[in-house]
């Protein structure tokens, strides 16, 4: 069992700024990558920052420059800086961990925490 708990949603100004956190727990035995997929209506879910253990990054192309992803391995936390926020970034956001339960590898989902940019 996995659980991720995610905090640091809510309401912002075009330009504005906030902070993402998802602290997992559970019975994993090893976190390959933590991330956040993000989701807006009528919309597909898609990748915003991924980070492996090894500290690899990926980003997409639409928050280059805007958004940090980050972790604690000790706590088993990722956090995501997001500046320069704009109106198009307004969307459910997602926690992602890929990791395995003893031999099996698979991905665990947070509940989603809403992220809405507007004046």
């Known amino acids: 069992q996995v659980e991720l708990v995610e905090s640091g949603g809510g309401l912002v100004q075009p330009g504005g700024s906030l902070t993402l956190s998802c602290t997992a727990s559970g019975s994993f035995s090893s976190i390959v990558a933590m991330g956040w997929h993000r989701q807006a209506p009528g919309e597909q879910r898609e990748l915003v920052a991924r980070i492996t253990s090894g500290g690899s990054i990926v980003y997409a192309d639409s928050v280059k420059g805007r958004f940090t992803i980050s972790r604690d391995n000790g706590l088993n936390t990722v956090y995501l800086q997001m500046n320069s926020l704009k109106p198009e970034d307004t969307a459910l956001y997602y926690c992602?961990?890929?990791?395995?339960?003893?031999?099996?590898?698979?991905?665990?989902w947070g509940q989603g925490t809403q992220v809405t940019v507007s004046s």
């Open positions: 992602q961990l890929l990791g395995y339960i003893g031999s099996r590898h698979d991905a665990y």
